[in-house]
């Protein structure tokens, strides 16, 4: 997955993504794109915020390893 210029592609992904991808191990292809770098992940300062208060949840904290 890289573009025309040998390039990771830039990918955006939703925080819900982002939950299932670290409780749910079901994502295990994201993971691989990432480390190996066909894929580039760029988020806002308004999205980490997102996703920084959905896993403060307690509903969802108790699902995310301790020391994450």
């Known amino acids: 997955m890289k573009n025309g210029n ?4 830039r990918v ?8 299932s991808f670290l409780i749910g191990k079901r994502l295990s ?3 691989r794109h990432i480390d190996s770098g066909r894929i580039k992940i760029v ?3 308004a999205q980490l915020r997102e996703l ?3 896993l403060n949840r307690p509903r969802i904290r ?3 390893p301790a020391g994450f």
């Open 43 to 45: 988020a806002c300062e």
């Open 62 to 64: 108790k699902y995310i």
């Open 29 to 31: 292809g994201l993971h």
């Open 52 to 54: 920084v208060d959905v």
């Open 6 to 9: 040998n390039e990771p592609n």
């Open 12 to 19: 955006v992904i939703d925080t819900n993504i982002w939950i």
